[in-house]
C-alpha cells in the first residue's frame, strides 16, 4: 500500500505503521477533547469553547501544554513506584490494544488471528494500574474509589466480553477482518440486538463515563483514585480514557455496525481506502457522540445499583445472548430467527431495566404507600 | 428505559435551539433602559456646573454610608449665573460599598445623582480597592462627555415622597403638566401609544432646565 | 456539615451554620423602614420579590396603610415570577448533585436569565430589587409590561417542560430519588417543616390559602401535593408549583387594573405607630416570616426574620441517618436551603 517502501523488512514495517499511531492518537485524543466539549455545549445549548483558536479549536492544544508545564507533584510518604508507574499501566496496554483493531482492510498495525480475544485481554490491565494510582497515593479516599474502580471494571468486563464473544460465535473466528467480513448483507446489529446492548452498557461502564463515573467522580465528592495526581501524569489518566473510548467505538463498529464495508458491500462494491476510512469515521462517530449524549442526559448511579444493575441484569442477559447464538448454531436454523429471538430477549432486557429502576429505591416501611404518579 | 429515552430526547432537541451564550466581551447585551449600574452625577450643560448642591440628604439616606459630600459656596450664583446658591464641593462614593439600591435618587432633591444605565456602571473591575473610590471628576465624567444621555428617572412627586422642592407658579404648572401627560417610567425604546411624547425624560429634562433658567 | 459514617451508612449529620451570619436583624435597627427592604433582598437572594412582600406587608400591617390595586397586583405578578426563578435554580443546583453534567443547570438557567432580563427592564436590577415599597412599589411598570410578560411566560412554560422531560421521568432520577429520605405527615408538622418540603409529604397546606396575604384570594391555583415526602416527591412539588405561579400570573395579567401604585397621604419619613405584628409568606422556600415590633419611630425597635431554610434544615438529621454518604447530597440538595435564610 502506502507503505510499499518499506514492505520489505517487517520491522521497519512495523515501525513505521507503530510510528503512524503514535503521532496520529495523541493529536486524535486532543481534538476529541475539542468534539466532546462542542457536543456537550450544544446539547446544553450553549456554546463550547470559542476563544482560543478559530472556534475553539486550539483549545485542546492549550490544555495540553498547561498540564505539560505544571509540576509534578509527588505526596512524601507515597509509594513511590508504585504512585509514578500507575499513570504509564492505565495508558500501556490501552495502546497495546490499537495494534490489533483493523481501521481499515489495510490501515492496521497487525491483523491478529485472536484479534479480539487479544483485546479483551489486554484491556483488562488497566484495573491494575488504578488500584496502584490508589494505592500509591497514601490518601484513605483514594484507596477507597480505587477499589470501587476495580470492582467496577472487573464486573463490567464480564458481560462485555460475554456480548463480544457471543457475536464471535456466528462467524466462528476471532479475527476482527473476518467478522467485518462476514458482515457483508447485514450488519451484526440487526441479529444480535441484545448483544449491542449489553456491550454499549458495559463500553460505557468501563470507561467510566456517566452514568457509571461514581468512582471517578468521586474526585467531586471523597477523593477518586487520581486524586493526587498532577500535570503529565493526569494528562495521561485522561489519555487512558479517550483513547479507550475510541477504541470501543471502534470495536463496537467493526463488530456490530458492518465495519468499512457496509452498506457498499450490498451493491458489490469495493471502496477505496479513503472511502473505508470515511465509512469508519462516521460508525466510529456514532458510539462516540452516544456515548457523550448519555453523558450529558443521564445522572450518575449509585455503586450499589450499579453493581446490581451488572451482575443482576447484564450478566444472565449476556449468556441468553450466548446460549440463543449456540442453539442457532447447533440447530442450524436460519440466521433470521436471531433477529427474532435476540430482540425479544433485549425487550426483555429493557422491560426488566424498566421496572426496575421504577421500583427501586422504595424502603419498605410500615404505612408506606404504592408509587404510581404522583399527582 | 422509556424515562432515559425520553431524557435523551430532550437532550437532543435542545440542541437544536439556539445557544444562549453572548460571546462578553466582544458582544454585550442591550442594558434595557432601567437598569441600574453605580451612581453618577449629573453636569447641567446650560450653566457648566453640576446638578448636585451638596445638600447631603443622599448621604444620610445611604443604607451602607458610602458617601461622602461637602459643599461649598457657589461662584456662579455671586456672578449672578446660577440660581444654585451653593455647590458640591467634594463628593466620594465608595463603589465598593454601594449596594445600588436606588434610594440616593430617589431621595436627591434636585435630580443630581443617577445609576448608570451604561456598561461602564457595571464593568468596575480594578486590581485595587481604593481605586473603587469614586472622586466628583470621576463621577461627572460620564454626564460631561455626553455618554449618559437617557438616564432612568423616575418620578419624584408629591406621591411619592412627600415633598417636593419649592418652585414657584409657572415651575409647578409645568411640572404638574408634565406629570400629568408623561407615562411614568416609560423607557424612550418602548413601542411608544399615541397619546405619549416620544422621548419623555428629553421632555422631562427641558422642563427642568427651562424652569431652573 | 459533620458527618459521622460507619463504612457507607450515616450515623449522624451535624450541620455547623453561623459561617453566613451578617447581622440581618441587628442591623435594621439603626434603618429607616424604607433602607430595611434591601436587607430582605439579600437574607433570601432567590425569591426576593417574596421576602420584600412579607417587609412591606408588615409595615402595612403596623401603619395602617393600603396600598392600591395596580400596586398589589404587580406586587404578585412579581412574587410569582420570583418563586418560578427560585425553583428553577433549585432545579439546575439539583441536577448538578445527582450528577447530571451540568444538563440541567443550563437548561434552569436559559430561563431564569429570561426572567431576570425581564425583572431588570423593570426595576433596573438582576437580583436584588429594592423595589416594593411600603405603601405601594417604587415606581410604575414600563409600556410594554404586557407583551414581554407574555414572552417571557412562554419561553418559561418551554423551559419548564424540558426540565421535565429530562428529569422527572429520567429512571435513573426516579431510581437516585424515589423513596429516600420518606417524611411522614406528622413528622413534617413536628420537625417544623414549611414549603414545598411539607407539601410533599400530602398535607395541603399553602400560605397563599391557609391565611391569604394580599389579593391571592382572588386567584385559583392549585396547591401540588406528594404521596410520600421523599426526594422525588419534593422534585414534583416544586416542578408543578412552578406550572400553577404561571397559571396565577396569566390571571393576574388580564386583571390587573391602571391607577396609582402608591398609596395617598404618605410622609416623607415613614413613622409607623407603636405596635408589632408577625407576618408570613409562602416563600418558595416555604414559610418566610418577619415579627416586627415598633416604638413609633422611623425605624423599627426589633426586626426578626423567621427564615424558612433554617426549620427546614434542622430536619436534615433525622432526614438522613440510616441513608448513604452519596444519598445525604441528594437529601441537602432537595431542601433547597440558601444559607443566607439559614443564618441571616
Not at chain 3, 413613622?271 to 422556600?285: I, K, N
Amino acid at each position: 500500500m502506502f507503505l510499499a517502501f518499506v514492505s520489505d523488512n517487517p520491522w521497519l514495517e512495523a515501525m513505521a505503521r507503530l510510528g503512524i499511531i503514535a503521532l496520529l492518537v495523541p493529536v486524535g485524543v486532543i481534538m476529541l477533547t475539542w468534539v466532546e466539549r462542542k457536543v456537550i455545549g450544544r446539547l446544553q445549548m450553549r456554546l463550547g469553547p470559542m476563544r482560543v483558536g478559530p472556534y475553539g479549536l486550539l483549545q485542546g492544544f492549550a490544555d495540553t501544554i498547561k498540564l505539560l508545564t505544571k509540576e509534578d507533584v509527588r505526596p512524601d510518604t507515597a509509594d513511590r513506584w508504585t504512585f509514578e508507574l500507575a499513570p504509564f499501566v492505565i495508558v500501556v496496554p490501552v495502546i497495546m490494544a490499537l495494534v490489533a483493531l483493523p481501521f481499515t482492510a489495510d490501515l492496521f498495525v497487525s491483523n491478529l488471528t485472536l484479534g479480539l480475544f487479544y483485546i479483551v485481554a489486554v484491556s483488562g490491565l488497566s484495573i491494575v494500574g488504578f488500584v496502584m494510582a490508589g494505592w500509591g497515593s497514601d490518601n484513605k479516599y483514594a484507596l477507597l474509589g480505587a477499589v470501587r474502580a476495580a470492582a467496577q471494571l472487573i464486573s463490567y468486563e464480564i458481560p462485555l466480553v460475554m456480548a463480544v464473544l457471543a457475536v464471535a460465535m456466528l462467524p466462528q473466528s476471532l479475527n476482527l477482518a473476518e467478522i467485518v467480513t462476514g458482515q457483508e448483507d447485514t450488519p451484526n446489529i440487526a441479529y444480535q440486538s441484545l448483544a449491542f446492548l449489553i456491550f454499549a452498557i458495559s463500553g460505557t461502564a468501563e470507561l467510566y463515563r456517566p452514568p457509571f463515573d461514581i468512582p471517578v467522580a468521586e474526585s467531586e465528592v471523597v477523593g477518586g483514585p487520581t486524586v493526587e495526581y498532577s500535570g503529565i501524569r493526569w494528562s495521561m489518566f485522561q489519555l487512558g480514557e479517550f483513547v479507550s473510548m475510541v477504541i470501543i467505538s471502534i470495536l463496537g463498529s467493526l463488530i456490530f455496525l458492518g465495519g468499512w464495508q457496509w452498506p457498499w458491500s450490498m451493491f458489490d462494491q469495493s471502496v477505496p481506502v479513503a472511502g473505508q476510512v470515511v465509512t469508519m469515521l462516521a460508525k466510529t462517530s456514532l458510539f462516540i457522540f452516544f456515548f457523550m449524549w448519555v453523558r450529558v442526559s443521564l445522572p450518575r448511579l449509585r455503586i450499589d445499583q450499579m453493581m446490581s444493575f451488572c451482575w443482576q441484569l447484564l450478566l444472565p442477559f449476556a449468556f441468553l445472548q450466548i446460549i440463543i447464538n449456540g442453539l442457532v448454531l447447533v440447530y442450524d436454523w436460519p440466521n433470521e430467527t436471531l433477529v427474532l429471538l435476540s430482540g425479544a430477549a433485549a425487550a426483555g432486557a429493557l422491560y426488566l431495566t424498566y421496572r426496575a429502576a421504577r421500583m427501586s429505591g422504595v424502603r419498605y416501611q410500615p404505612g408506606y404507600q404504592q408509587v404510581g404518579s404522583v399527582l | 428505559m422509556l424515562g432515559i429515552l425520553k431524557a435523551l430526547q430532550t437532550t437532543l432537541k435542545a440542541a437544536l435551539r439556539r445557544p444562549v451564550t453572548v460571546q462578553y466581551p466582544t458582544e454585550k447585551k442591550v442594558l434595557p433602559h432601567r437598569s441600574r449600574g453605580l451612581p453618577v452625577l449629573l453636569w447641567d450643560f446650560d450653566i457648566n456646573e453640576p446638578f448636585c448642591t451638596g445638600c447631603q440628604v443622599c448621604a444620610r439616606y445611604c443604607p451602607v454610608d458610602c458617601m461622602t459630600v461637602t459643599m461649598k459656596d457657589n461662584p456662579n450664583y455671586a456672578a449672578g449665573k446660577s440660581k444654585r446658591k451653593k455647590i458640591v464641593d467634594r463628593f466620594y462614593i465608595d463603589y465598593a460599598r454601594c449596594m445600588r439600591c436606588d434610594i440616593c435618587v430617589e431621595v436627591c432633591n434636585f435630580d443630581a445623582i443617577v445609576m448608570n444605565n451604561t456598561w461602564e456602571g457595571v464593568e468596575l473591575s480594578r486590581y485595587d480597592r481604593q481605586e473603587l473610590v469614586m472622586d466628583l471628576p470621576a463621577l461627572l465624567r460620564q454626564s460631561k462627555s455626553g455618554e449618559l444621555e437617557t438616564p432612568f428617572r423616575e418620578p419624584m412627586g408629591v406621591a411619592h415622597s412627600g415633598w417636593a422642592p419649592k418652585m414657584d407658579e409657572e415651575e409647578a404648572a409645568a411640572a404638574e403638566a408634565a406629570s400629568a401627560t408623561r407615562h411614568h417610567g416609560t423607557s424612550p425604546d418602548a413601542p411608544t401609544s399615541p397619546e405619549q411624547p416620544t422621548d419623555p425624560t428629553a421632555e422631562g429634562e427641558a422642563e427642568k432646565e427651562g424652569g431652573e433658567g | 456539615m459533620i458527618l459521622t459514617i460507619d463504612g457507607e451508612l450515616v450515623v449522624d449529620v451535624d450541620p455547623v451554620i453561623g459561617y453566613m451570619h451578617r447581622g440581618n436583624e441587628k442591623l435594621p435597627e439603626n434603618c429607616d423602614y424604607r433602607q430595611v427592604i434591601g436587607y430582605h433582598d439579600r437574607t433570601d437572594y432567590l425569591a426576593q420579590f417574596n421576602t420584600e412582600h412579607c417587609y412591606v406587608e408588615a409595615v402595612e400591617r403596623l401603619a395602617g396603610i393600603k396600598a392600591p390595586e395596580r400596586a398589589e397586583y404587580i406586587r404578585v405578578i412579581l412574587a410569582e415570577m420570583n418563586r418560578i426563578a427560585s425553583h428553577l435554580m433549585f432545579f439546575g443546583a439539583f441536577g448538578t448533585d445527582i450528577g447530571l453534567f451540568g444538563t440541567s443547570f443550563m437548561y434552569a438557567f436559559r430561563d431564569r436569565e429570561t426572567i431576570q432580563d425581564f425583572f431588570e427592564e423593570i426595576t433596573g436590577e438582576r437580583m436584588m430589587y429594592n423595589y416594593f415599597r411600603p405603601g405601594g412599589v417604587a415606581w410604575d411598570l414600563p409600556d410594554n409590561f404586557h407583551e414581554r410578560c407574555t414572552q417571557v411566560l412562554a419561553a418559561v412554560k418551554l423551559g419548564i417542560d424540558q426540565l421535565d422531560g429530562l428529569m422527572m421521568e429520567n429512571e435513573v432520577v426516579l431510581a437516585r430519588c424515589r423513596g429516600l429520605s420518606q417524611v411522614t405527615q406528622e413528622d413534617g408538622i413536628n420537625w417544623g417543616l414549611s414549603g414545598p418540603m411539607l407539601r410533599a409529604t400530602g398535607l395541603k397546606h399553602d400560605l397563599r390559602r391557609a391565611e391569604p396575604y394580599s389579593i391571592y384570594d382572588r386567584f385559583e391555583f392549585d396547591i401540588p401535593t406528594g404521596r410520600q415526602g421523599d426526594v422525588y416527591d419534593r422534585l414534583v412539588v416544586r416542578l408543578e408549583e412552578m406550572r400553577q405561579s404561571v397559571r396565577i400570573v396569566e390571571q393576574a395579567l388580564e386583571e390587573m387594573p391602571e391607577g396609582p401604585i402608591m398609596a395617598e397621604g404618605l410622609k416623607r419619613v415613614l413613622r409607623v405607630p407603636a405596635g408589632e405584628t408577625y407576618m408570613r409568606v409562602e416563600s418558595p422556600r416555604g414559610e418566610y416570616g418577619v415579627y416586627l415590633v415598633s416604638q413609633g419611630s422611623d425605624k423599627p425597635w426589633r426586626h426578626k426574620v423567621r427564615g424558612a431554610s433554617f426549620s427546614n434544615l434542622s430536619a436534615l438529621r433525622a432526614m438522613s441517618v440510616g441513608n448513604y454518604v452519596s444519598d445525604v447530597i441528594i437529601i441537602l440538595g432537595s431542601i433547597d436551603i440558601v444559607l443566607c435564610e439559614v443564618d441571616r
